[in-house]
């Protein structure tokens, strides 16, 4: 310590002051930007815990036609065959998120956002869609129309 | 005493005329090229005036915005026309800001001193690019959902931050309520206060450096070349054009309103025929061709990557074309340009004729 010169120690003091300012101006920023980067993601909202939904009667679903449906958050597109059977698949193209729509005269199912298409059971067939549309399971009980999630089994 | 003098004993008035007055404006082939920013920053102008006029009638929110859209249009004198000059000045700024852009980037007006000007006015495009994105989502109309809707999940597709960067855009998992609400803070709140500031610098460094000619004429010797006073010849030949764009508008809102077309319907499946707005067009398009793989990447991310890079060497054009300094013309730079221009023309008119 002592052959250490006044000014050296002067010197010393400074950067060690210098130190402790830029760390707490570092802590102070971070402080702020932590709070109102949390701010801006909003609070995840609780899945809406849907099993299943009742689309009414068989008899009121047109052949050859079909229906977007709220399952939970999510619309999903129930489709109705000529031949009577009925699809469920999710309604928002795998490509960007578009709702996708039934095309009746080639029974496929087409993205007007950018020409995407699947074929009756999903799967992605021409255009950007990288996979195909998740499958949702239809029930016929007492004559009515029971959509509800595929078992994983 | 005039207030010009009350005021100059005060803050030294006199400093301030003399560097305007010092302003000179080159004249030349290319000096209707000067106008281009001026017609910018204008419609930027027109922008916040009509802006703040229809913020007094808007409300957002899923039930709100599309009723008060539909009011404003129908009932509240001259709001059609106050909305109407909001959209088409909307587009024109855009189209105007591109224009500046590209003539200034065939000047070289890039090169050194002015490369802080570059960037600055790079960001303001972005910031222009995110006030139309924005807008374009108020209305709550079934066009501007699914364009947001596509809009966020290209921002989901991004590798490690895309989640969060879609939960921040949509505010939650889905397009709602909730996204329009906070479109509207961005739109009206946070873009405006950005692009206030960035301009303000943009503007400052355009005058503390002057107008710049492009390398050729540089070479004329200083004497030989013709240029005009700033204040007042050139200021008013500017307000002259001003006032033909404002014509222009008048013209366009009159005779060719945009529609506000079917509300928002989340159950609906999107419409034959959608389309974004024209400046996002050639984007869009390019996303239409590109296969669901390219190699090993999802073609979505493989868009991603080829506008992020694309973007990113357009926003670093003072630094990567060296030659510039010295009045070089690069072939290269110049080839860059002129294929971008016509890559963009290309996919754009091909997306309307398709
Ligand atoms: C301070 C500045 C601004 C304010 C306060 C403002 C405010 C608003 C408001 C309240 C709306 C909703 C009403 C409606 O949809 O007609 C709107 C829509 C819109 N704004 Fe702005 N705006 C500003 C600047 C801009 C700028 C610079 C652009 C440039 C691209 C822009 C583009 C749009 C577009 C495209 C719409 C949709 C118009 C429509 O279809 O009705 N706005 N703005
Ligand atoms: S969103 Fe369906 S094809 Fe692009």
Known sequence: MSNLTKTEIKKERRSFLNTILKTGLVAWVASVIYPVARFLVPPKTAELN??????????????????????????????????????????????????????????????????????????????????????????????KIIVSKMDLS | ??????????????????????????????????????????????????????????????????????????????????????S??????????FFHMFTVFFAKAYRKPREMTWVTGMILLMLSLGFGFSGYL??????????????????????????FALRLLRAGDEVSGATLTRFYGIHTALLPGMFTVVLGIHLILVQVQGM????????????????????????????MAWLIVLNLIALLAVFFPWDLGPKADPLASAPAGIKPEWYFMFMFQTLKYIPAHVLFIEGELFGIM???IGGLIWFLV????????????TPFWTWFGILLIIYMIVLTAWGYLT
């Not at chain 1, 939904?53 to 129930?78: C, H």
């Not at chain 2, 088409?88 to 800001?97: H, K, P, R, V």
């Not at chain 2, 030659?323 to 070089?328: F, L, T, V, Y």
């Open chain 2, 212 to 239: 710049s000619v492009p390398p050729e004429i540089e070479k004329i010797p200083e004497e030989k070349r013709k240029s005009i006073p700033f204040f007042p010849d050139f200021a008013l030949q500017d307000a």
């Open chain 2, 1 to 86: 005493m005039s207030i010009y003098e009350w005021m100059n004993e005060r803050i030294d008035l006199d400093s301030v005329k003399k560097f305007a007055l010092k302003k000179r404006v080159p004249i030349f082939y290319g000096s209707v090229w000067y106008y281009l920013g001026g017609v910018s920053l204008f419609l930027f102008m027109v922008q916040v005036f009509t802006g703040i006029l229809l913020i007094l009638y808007y409300q957002p929110g899923a039930e709100t915005a599309y009723e008060s859209v539909k009011f404003i249009i129908s009932r509240v004198e001259f709001g059609w026309l106050i909305r109407e000059v909001h």
């Open chain 1, 50 to 143: 849907v099993n299943n939904i009742d689309l009414g009667l068989v008899a009121e679903f047109p052949k050859n036609s079909s229906k977007i449906v709220r399952f939970g958050r999510k619309p999903i597109i129930v489709i109705r065959k000529e031949s009577g059977d009925f699809k469920a698949l999710e309604a928002t193209c795998t490509h960007l998120d578009c709702n996708v729509q039934f095309k009746k005269e080639t029974e496929q199912i087409w993205c007007a956002c950018h020409n995407g298409l699947y074929d009756i059971e999903g799967k992605n067939i021409s255009g950007p869609p990288p996979k195909p549309l998740a499958q949702f399971k239809v029930d016929i009980a007492r004559e």
């Open chain 2, 138 to 163: 108020l209305p709550w109309n079934e066009l501007a959902y699914f364009a947001t809707k596509v809009g966020s999940d290209i921002a989901g597709a991004v590798p490690v931050i895309g989640d």
């Open chain 2, 318 to 329: 003072p630094f990567l074309d060296k030659k510039a300094n010295d009045g070089i013309r």
């Open chain 2, 88 to 97: 088409w000045s909307a587009n024109l700024f855009i189209l105007f800001a």
């Open chain 2, 306 to 308: 080829l506008f992020s």
